[in-house]
């Protein structure tokens, strides 16, 4: 009887078990389905820019600017939709030879009517001096956080394919390059929108050329 009853006691928390892990696999699954690539690496599908003048495609990448032609003006691609909360991980790689060598990644930002090239929003940015900072674009217009200018120096990969990663939950923005944190920032002004458009950006003044590739994006609660 006794042997009965541990018997119905194993297999009742081996059931238990059974279900929680069952539960967890599913939740995994659930975050899995959200991941997905933003660029399928051959159209602009689900993008909108100047993809006759400025935006290009080369060997599965998003290209911008010239390195022949001053780029005249700041200009951004951007996703159709708008983004909240997410985990954004994408490869960056930005040459130049004369100017201001710079680019970004916009996020929870949104296209200016006046002028119609430019985005208001959070900036990734991109660009010797610049690399992992988090800049206000066409709002307070001024680096809100940066990494440690010496660390900064060991992490970046010149004229080479960069590892960016954003993170953004709720208030609480954290950004990463190539496998390092180098920005931990939390808003404090409680009026700003906490959701918009991702777009990429190739920067004004200087003969330059930013390609990005392997862009995925996980939605977070």
């Known amino acids: ?9 194993s297999r009742t928390a081996l059931l238990v078990f059974g279900i929680f892990y069952l539960a967890a696999l599913s939740g995994f699954v ?19 820019g100047d993809t006759l003048h400025t935006w290009r495609i080369e060997k599965g990448a998003i290209v911008g ?7 005249p003006h700041n200009d951004f691609i951007c996703t159709k939709r708008n983004y909240a909360n997410f985990n954004l991980r994408l490869k960056v790689k930005l040459v130049g030879n004369s100017g201001f060598i710079n680019a970004g990644v916009q996020f929870r930002s949104q296209r200016l009517a006046n002028p119609a090239h430019e985005m208001i929003g959070y900036q990734a940015d991109v660009g010797p001096g ?12 001024k680096t809100l956080a940066a990494p440690d200018s010496i660390a900064l120096k060991k992490l970046v990969k010149a004229n080479d394919w960069n590892e960016m990663e954003i993170r953004c939950e709720n208030r609480h923005i ?16 409680e009026t700003l929108p906490r959701e918009g458009r991702i777009a990429l950006q190739v920067h004004g003044g200087g003969t330059v050329e930013v390609f990005y590739k392997d862009i995925v994006l996980t939605e977070l609660p």
Not at 130 to 141: F, H, I, K, V
């Open 65 to 71: 600017g010239s390195l022949t032609e001053k780029v």
């Open 174 to 189: 954290r950004l990463y390059l190539n496998g390092k944190q180098t920005v931990d920032y939390t808003e404090l002004d």
């Open 130 to 141: 610049y690399w992992g900072s988090l800049y206000d674009e066409s709002r307070r217009n």
């Open 30 to 48: 659930n975050i899995a389905q959200k991941s997905r690539p933003l660029f399928d690496g051959k159209t602009f599908r689900g993008w909108e």
């Open 1 to 9: 009887m006794i042997l009965r009853k541990r018997m119905i006691g």
